[in-house]
């Protein structure tokens, strides 16, 4: 007797039986017990969630010898026939193996004749994106009219590649992954009529590894009934799956908030005896990371991982290491494949959050292996300074100096820092330059490089009256990326009482955020004498931008090339003499050398 896998001896035969559709089979039953039901329905979803299985439902539903209802008998031959794949009505296409217009077209002079043995002749039609051009025009007559005796039920894990005339002649009901415990219910329902014991972590194990298909889940079920022999332990279904032991996630952050370079470099080495899939293993420690930062956010909530001491890494680890080392999780799983092996590149993602760590001695324990870390932007070139001794020097000599045992220093230095920054901030997180320094308190009014004044530059400003001085000082300034599009997209409306009045267009008013309103009047307080409140108005009469005025005066440009060019006396000849044409949008102003 031939053995039928789980995923077919379980497979739904009633409505009833499906798992986490509730929605879809709420739609299909008002449907069917109005007699209300459409020609053309489309199921999407990923694989193994039940859109060929809610097809054939309703292919009963419809043809089912007791009548049209939302509750097939299935007793009667009809039922049975569909259930078995022998319904003569009842017609499956591979649209992935049945592409081309030729196929399609056989189904639409099939589709006129009446059915053989049911009520409705069902056209189901599995990966439906997978039909060419040619295939999706020779269907849209039929699929906008069918005959009333005829019903198209199209599948697809791609909706994307549907042309929008034919989601437009279709009802369409998405499908929902399901969650671990949908599928771990329905697995332990089906153990239990299959009388084969099982631990729970087995079944959270699967569960985890099916990714919201439960068609995967039964057929990793079956898997592991075979490699374990029936025995699904927590052990063997890890092994099965390469997947590891929650606890030693745990160990790994446990390490890495400790700052301990061996006891980390020792668990990998503990976990490659296992053979463990390590993008899995950055996964999980991915997930244990998110629970962690949940729990130290949004107390409230519930945040356990199994085998991870949340509770206690989250008061270890300050909140944005955790977000830092959560990235690096995500970017070290991502550039896996490029690596020289999988397990160098894992070791590599858990250096790098090693190198990136809290290095407060009141946090966690200094490394027994120095741990290189990037000095903040503000240190990275210092002026050297004598030391009482008459010595100079940089300072990266002098800390080196420093760091010497020394038996009368009882700590501080660089350990009493909670947190070093990495020395590649965001853009938006690096200051403009501007002439004087920021943090100091007061300002020098002659800083060490020398600023700008604004009354000197070749064709630069002096003051700050017009649009036109606006627009100077804009194309003149020191302002970058985002601050200076902001400057540029601004349209100058007046400066009094120490306020500078600008106006935006309603399109770019997305630009104003705070952080860049304050680095444009950072950059604008050596030509005012101190820095201006800023405020964006709505004005009665557009104000030119800068950025429209440089658009206008491209265009103004660009006109007069033209115009100097289709003058020329030599055009003029190889146009009357020879027929010759200008191409488009191919002539160019001359900016000289």
């Known amino acids: ?31 069917l017990d109005s007699g209300r039901i459409h020609h053309a329905f489309l199921f999407t979803g990923t694989r193994g969630v039940g859109k060929t299985t809610i097809a054939r439902i309703f292919a009963k539903s419809l043809n089912c010898e007791q009548g049209t209802s939302a509750e097939p008998c299935g007793e009667c031959a009809a039922c049975r026939d569909i259930d078995a794949g022998r319904f003569m009505d009842l017609l499956e296409i591979d649209a992935a193996s049945n592409t081309g217009v030729d196929d399609v077209r056989e189904v639409i002079e099939n589709a006129q004749y009446s059915p053989s043995r049911g009520r409705v002749k069902v056209y189901l039609i599995d990966e439906v994106h997978m039909l060419s051009k040619a295939a999706f025009n020779a269907l849209l007559k039929t699929l906008e009219e069918p005959p009333g005796h005829v019903k198209f039920l199209l599948a697809t ?41 099982v631990e729970p972590g087995a079944v959270r194990q699967v569960a985890r590894a099916a990714d919201g298909s439960l068609r995967d889940a039964l057929s990793l079920l079956d898997q592991a009934i075979a490699y374990t022999g029936g025995q699904l332990t927590d052990a063997s279904v890890a092994a099965m799956l390469g997947t590891v032991d929650r606890t030693r996630v745990g160990a790994l952050l446990a390490a890495l908030a400790d700052g301990d370079g061996a006891a980390l470099l020792d668990e990998v080495a503990t976990l490659a005896e296992f053979s463990p899939d390590w993008g899995g293993v950055l996964d999980a420690l991915a997930e244990a990371l998110h629970r962690i930062q949940v729990r130290q956010l949004v107390p409230a909530v519930a945040a356990t991982v199994e085998g991870v001491d949340v509770e206690g890494l989250a008061g270890r680890i300050p909140a944005e290491v955790v977000q830092l080392w959560y990235q690096m999780a995500i970017g070290g799983r991502r550039d896996l494949p490029l690596a020289p092996s999988p397990r160098a590149g894992f070791e590599m993602s858990l250096l790098r959050m090693l190198a990136f760590r809290p290095a407060s001695a009141g946090d966690v324990a200094a490394p027994e292996t120095p741990v290189a870390r990037p000095r903040p932007r503000a240190e990275a070139e210092p002026e050297p300074e004598p030391d009482p001794a008459g010595r100079t020097g940089s300072a990266d000599s ?23 920054e990495p020395d590649f901030p965001a853009e938006d997180a690096v200051p403009p330059p501007t002439p004087f320094p920021e943090d100091a308190a007061p300002r020098d009014p002659a800083p060490e490089r020398p600023a700008r004044d604004p009354d000197s530059q070749s064709g630069g400003p002096a ?39 600008l106006a935006l267009a309603p399109e770019d008013e997305l630009l104003c955020k705070p952080a860049l309103v304050e680095r444009i009047a950072a950059a604008l307080a050596p030509l005012l004498g101190g820095e201006p409140r800023i405020s964006f108005e709505a004005a009665s009469s557009p104000a030119e931008s800068v950025d429209r005025r440089r658009q206008r005066e491209k265009a103004r440009r660009q006109a007069e090339a033209e115009a100097a060019f289709m003058a020329d006396a030599e055009v003029q000849r190889l146009i009357r003499e020879h027929g010759a044409t200008v191409v488009p949008d191919s002539i160019r102003p001359y900016d000289g050398p």
């Open 1 to 31: 007797m031939s053995y039928l896998v789980l995923a077919r001896k379980w497979r739904p035969r009633r409505f009833a039986e499906l798992v986490g559709q509730e929605h879809v089979v709420r739609a299909l039953t008002n449907a």
């Open 157 to 197: 894990t791609d909706p994307q590649k549907l042309p929008v005339t034919v989601l437009s002649r279709c009802l369409q009901f998405n499908l929902k992954r399901l969650d671990e415990a949908q599928i771990g219910g329905q697995i332990e329902k089906i153990l239990a009529a299959e009388e084969i014991a």
């Open 398 to 420: 002098q800390a080196a100096e420093a760091a010497e045992p020394d038996a009368g220093d009882a700590g501080g230095g660089d350990d009493d820092v909670p947190w070093r």
């Open 463 to 501: 003051r700050l009256a017009s649009a036109d001085d606006w627009y100077q000082w804009v194309l003149r300034s020191e302002l970058k990326g985002p601050a200076r599009v902001l400057a540029e997209h601004a349209g100058f409306l007046g400066l009094s009482g120490g306020t500078l009045r």
